[in-house]
C-alpha cells in the first residue's frame, strides 16, 4: 500500500515531479477498502477450496466433516472414477458442442446487428435500437416462447440450446458503442480505394476491435456453459443433457443411496466426493479459458461501454 502519490511535472521545479502526502482519511479509507476485497476474495474462493479438498479426501474424512481447507487421507479415485462416467463425459461433450457453436454463432450474429447501427447514416436507426431495447425490457414468457421451439420442431434438439441466443441486447450494445469509438476517416479511406461495407467490416474494423470481440466471447461462452434451466425446459433425451443439468440432477435427483450403489466400494470415496470433483472438473474448462482472454478483458468493456 502506497502512501504518498507522486506527480509528475506538477510540485518541484527542478526534479519535475513533487510528492503528495495521503491524508489520515484516505489511509484509513485504503486500509478498509484492502481489508474489505481480502474478505470478499476469500470468501469466493473458500468453497472451490474446500470442494478440492474435499474430493481428494478419504471416504471417512468427508462423512465425519473433518475436511475443511485441506485433504484428509488423500486420494484420486474420485477424478479417476467421474472422469471416466459415461453420463459425465456426454455431458462434457454436449456443453462443450453448446458453448462453442453458440458463442461463435451468437459473436458473429451480435456484430453483424451493431455494425450497422453503429453508423449514424443508417435509415430508421434510431426505430431498430428503440426495438432491440423493448426486447431488454419485454419478452414474450415461458409458455409463448416454449409453443415457439414446438412449432419450429426444436424440442429435444441440439439447436435449442444456442439457437434462441442468438444475439444477446447488451452485448450487441456494447460491440454497437466500440465501433463508434473507431475514426470514421478509416472508413472513408477504404470507401475511396473501392472497399464495400462487408470488407470494410471483415479487413479493418474487426481486426481493430479484437478487445471488445474477445470480451463478448467470454460473456456468451460463460452464459452457455452454465446455463441448465434451458434444457430443463426444452431436452428430454439423457444424451443431450449438458454438464450443469447433469449436475443439478446430481445432486437433486441422485441420492446417497443412489451414488453408494454406483459407485465401486474400493475406491474408498463419499458421494459427497463425487459431487465435490464433478463440480470442480464442470468448472476448470470455463476458469482455463479467462487466462487467455484477460488482457482483453478490462479494455473491451470499458471501451465498449463509455462512449454511448
Known amino acids: 500500500m502506497s502512501e504518498n502519490l507522486t506527480v509528475k511535472g506538477s510540485i518541484g521545479p527542478k526534479s519535475g515531479a513533487g510528492v503528495i502526502r495521503a491524508s489520515t482519511g484516505e489511509r484509513i479509507f485504503q486500509v478498509v477498502n484492502v481489508l474489505f ?20 479426501s478419504g471416504e471417512a474424512a468427508v462423512v465425519s466433516g473433518m475436511v475443511t481447507m485441506y485433504p484428509i487421507d488423500f486420494q484420486v479415485g474420485t477424478y479417476v472414477y467421474v472422469a471416466s462416467n459415461s453420463l459425465f463425459l456426454n455431458a462434457f461433450t454436449v456443453s462443450v458442442t453448446v458453448t462453442l457453436i453458440g458463442s461463435l454463432l451468437a459473436l458473429v450474429m451480435t456484430t453483424l446487428a451493431a455494425y450497422p447501427l453503429s453508423k449514424p447514416r443508417l435509415r430508421g436507426r434510431k426505430f431498430f435500437i428503440l426495438m432491440y431495447l423493448f426486447t431488454m425490457l419485454f419478452s414474450g414468457g415461458l409458455i409463448p416462447t416454449y409453443l415457439l421451439m414446438h412449432k419450429l420442431h426444436l424440442i429435444d434438439k441440439l439447436p435449442v440450446l444456442f439457437l434462441p441466443f442468438m444475439i444477446n441486447v447488451y452485448n ?137
Open 172 to 308: 450487441m450494445l456494447i460491440i454497437k458503442s466500440y465501433f463508434e469509438s473507431l475514426p470514421d476517416s478509416l472508413e472513408e479511406s477504404a470507401k475511396i480505394d473501392g472497399a464495400s461495407n462487408m470488407k470494410i467490416l471483415v479487413r479493418i474494423i474487426l481486426p481493430l476491435s479484437m478487445p471488445v470481440l474477445a470480451t463478448i466471447a467470454l460473456f456468451y461462452a460463460v452464459t452457455f456453459w452454465n446455463d441448465y434451466f434451458t434444457s430443463l425446459i426444452y431436452i428430454n433425451s439423457a444424451d443431450l443433457k449438458p454438464l450443469q443439468l447433469y449436475l443439478k440432477e446430481l445432486f437433486v435427483t441422485s441420492t446417497d443411496a443412489f451414488l453408494r450403489t454406483n459407485v465401486d466400494a474400493s475406491l474408498n470415496v463419499s458421494p459427497q466426493s463425487i459431487q465435490a470433483a464433478s463440480i470442480i472438473l464442470a468448472t476448470l474448462p470455463i476458469i482455463l479459458v479467462y487466462p487467455f482472454l484477460q488482457k482483453y478483458f478490462v479494455k473491451g468493456v470499458l471501451v465498449g461501454s463509455v462512449k454511448g
Open 37 to 56: 476485497f481480502i474478505l470478499l476474495g476469500l470468501s469466493t474462493i473458500f468453497p472451490f477450496i474446500n470442494l478440492i479438498a474435499k474430493s481428494l
